[in-house]
Nanobody, 123 residues
Framework: QVQLVESGGGLVQAGGSLRLSCAAS????????MGWFRQAPGKEREFVAA???????NYADSVKGRFTISRDNARKTVYLQMNSLKPEDTAVYSC?????????????????WGQGTQVTVSS
């Protein structure tokens, strides 16, 4: 069982930066693939970024070059550094863990989810 708690969301102007954190419980965090997803009002949840247990990363085209996912296995934490934020990045951001390590961009592949943190980018 894994519990995930996100933090770091907030209100920022367009062009600004935020760093999201996702702290995990459990003793085998290092063996999970981790992902970030977001959901804007009235829209479906969408993939943002993922990092495998071995450290390889994958990004949605809409955030590539602006967002960076990383992990600190000693701290059992995954991060999402978001730069050059745009109003269309406004959403609730959630982290997720996949214990079967499928390196997936699909939300259905992830077993555990955090409660989400709101990111609002003003124009």
């Amino acid at each position: 069982q894994v519990q995930l708690v996100e933090s770091g969301g907030g209100l920022v102007q367009a062009g600004g930066s935020l760093r999201l954190s996702c702290a995990a419980s459990g003793r085998i965090f290092s063996m999970y693939d981790m992902g970030w997803f977001r959901q804007a009002p009235g829209k479906e949840r969408e993939f943002v970024a993922a990092i495998s247990w071995s450290g390889s990363s994958n990004y949605a085209d809409s955030v590539k070059g602006r967002f960076t996912i990383s992990r600190d296995n000693a701290r059992k934490t995954v991060y999402l550094q978001m730069n050059s934020l745009k109003p269309e990045d406004t959403a609730v951001y959630s982290c997720a863990a996949d214990g079967r390590r499928r390196n997936s961009v699909r939300a259905s592949a992830y077993d555990y989810w955090g409660q989400g943190t709101q990111v609002t980018v003003s124009s």
